[in-house]
């Protein structure tokens, strides 16, 4: 008796991708990713959805501020999936640590210096069967559903500014600084809710061949070596993307060889001359998880369409005889490009195909427009050329930070100090309007207007009507913020749009990440009870309430800090577990001193990210 034969198994695609949150201290945080695998929901085997080649590729997580660079395009089974394990080589050797060329005041390292490998000590590496490996865990904020013959995409993201990631110290007897690398809490899920709208790094790549009826042509995907040779060589990654052309908006063209450039709807003009040459990429994903150019730049030799500033601006003077912006590129090495009145300036907006497409603004005069910190890819008039000229300015994320007051329901200032005064910007900022759709939330709804919220709980944004009154109440308003009784400064950081209805011809924040504001050493005034306490700041008759979050995963940090005679103790202690949770209860006495780091909340509270309390005979003094 024969059996029915067993169905087809059915698949879908997943495409993998890695991104950062920004770091000012570094030029190149190069890290080696070996494979990456799917954790399936109720147990089984892993999904392998990446695996390096060989020689692997190095990835400079410092160029995905607030950008996402796809490393793997791999079709796995249907299925539902709850978290990934991401495995990293874990030789000292194969990261490459280099600092900016103007860090902030107190840095350990030198400026525009790499930090020998000798220097570099992984946490949580193991050796076996003759290599060093870091595992990487990552438990998604919600399970991943891959439907069969549909696209999903995970986003992996490397908080660069977690203060645990990246960690110097000198140990007793030492004599010169280390660098510890961690990753067990500064990687995590980033959620794509609207996958039209991620803003991808631009893709290098190798033309393989061009499509059916010319409408997109097929690239094997290259990385830039690092560290960063001369000339520059690629590093193929082994994966294959198919590219569109845009047939409705049209792609810009730029054949680096020819010196010229032109807008195509599809490449019949390039097919007899575009297979083997290396091509960057602007793309933006449509929501079928296609991948559409929007400017493609083309040559015969790789260091043409590389030797192209990409990086964080360093300075911006719009004074210069022709106008100048100065690009961190991943060397740790200051770019002077010149700006003159042919310099187009594009805005990503992967979500509005024309705008993607359309210069925001040309000429020395736009320059006003950009400050330190902004995240650029500059494509010069003639690569080779010294100076360079800058031909275009792709602005992939235009990232406004520092202090913030002068909250009112209309706008915002932010107030950024550097090391080098002529960086320092104050800018007031409208918030978005609140008809502009602002992606899809953490339930997949559609969000309109403006939204906030605790950088260590991004999927707890606050949006909807009250999200603009909510944020002024957070951050002080026009008084300034206040916190039992002692004036405290509330900080955040905005990914600005341009040319929002609020304001057509300048900036607009759709959002805001509150980051923790430090309070003055304070001492316990009530202890802690449903999961708050009470903290008195320089005998302040008005308390303030400091709320703490025991939940697993995203617990407040606690450390306890016993100082004996001349013996110090740092003890963390895990708040999540009964045991950790009732020691940390039984040391927030009344009068014992803590210092809190925590993110305003709109109700006066603050949500504690950091506790610190002390125990001992040597306590500081209040």
Known sequence: ?????????????????????????????????????????????????????????MVNLVQL??????????????????????????????????????????????????????????????????????????????????????????????????PAFIVAHVPPGAGTTLWAINFKGPVHHRPIADLARLVLRHTYGTVSAVGSGNASISIEKDLPALPASNPESAVSTRVTLSILADATNGTIFYDLDAGSESVIKDFSA??????????????????????????????????????????HVLHVNAAAPSGQLTVLDERGLPVAVSVDSATEFFFRAPADPSADATPIGSGTQFLSNLVRGFKVHVSAVDPL???????????????????????????????????????????????????????AGVTGSAVAGFEYWDFAYPTLAISGSNAVSDYVSAVGGTSGLSFAG??????????????????????AAPWTVLAPSPLPLASVAAGLSGNAFQVAIGGSATPGVVDVSTTSGSATLVYQV??????????????????????????????????????????GSLKAYVVVYFTGDLLPVL
């Open 65 to 162: 501020d607030d950008l996402s660079e796809l490393i793997g395009n791999a079709s796995v089974p249907a299925g539902t999936y709850t978290g990934a394990t991401l495995t990293l080589s874990g030789k000292p050797a194969d990261f490459l640590l280099i600092a900016s060329a103007n860090p902030t005041a107190g840095f350990a390292g030198t400026p525009g210096a790499a930090i020998p490998s000798s220097a570099i000590q992984v946490q949580g590496a193991s050796a076996s069967g003759g290599s060093t490996t870091v595992p990487v865990n990552v438990t998604f904020h919600s399970p991943l559903v891959v439907a069969a013959n549909q696209t999903a995409a995970v986003d992996v993201e490397f908080d660069l500014s977690h």
């Open 486 to 507: 002692a004036a405290i400064d509330a900080y955040g950081a905005s990914a600005a749009v341009w040319g929002d209805p609020a304001n057509p011809s300048g900036w």
């Open 270 to 311: 390039q097919a007899q001359t575009l297979v083997g040459k290396y091509v960057r990429i602007a793309a933006r994903y449509q929501v079928d998880g296609s991948l559409v150019g929007v400017r493609i730049w083309a040559s015969s030799s790789f260091p043409k369409v590389w030797l192209s500033p990409e990086g």
């Open 385 to 439: 050329a010294t100076p360079l000229v800058a031909q275009s300015v792709d602005i992939e994320s235009a990232a406004f930070s520092g202090r913030i007051s002068n909250a009112t329901s209309g706008a915002f200032t932010y107030t950024h100090e550097f090391r080098d005064a002529a960086d320092d910007y104050q800018i007031a900022l409208d918030y978005i309007s609140p008809m502009t759709q602002n992606g």
């Open 562 to 603: 016993d100082r004996m005679g001349a013996a110090l103790t740092l003890s963390p202690i895990d708040i999540s577990t009964d045991a950790g949770l009732a020691t940390f209860t039984s040391g927030l006495q009344v009068g014992v001193p803590v210092k809190v780091y925590g993110v305003p909340q709109a109700d």
């Open 1 to 57: 008796m024969s059996g029915s034969p067993d169905p087809t198994p059915q698949s879908g695609s997943v495409q993998m991708l890695v991104s950062d949150a920004a770091a000012d201290d570094w030029a190149t945080i190069g890290v080696t990713v070996l494979s990456v695998a799917l954790i399936p929901q109720g147990g089984g085997a892993p999904v392998t959805v990446y695996t390096a080649p060989t020689p692997a590729p």
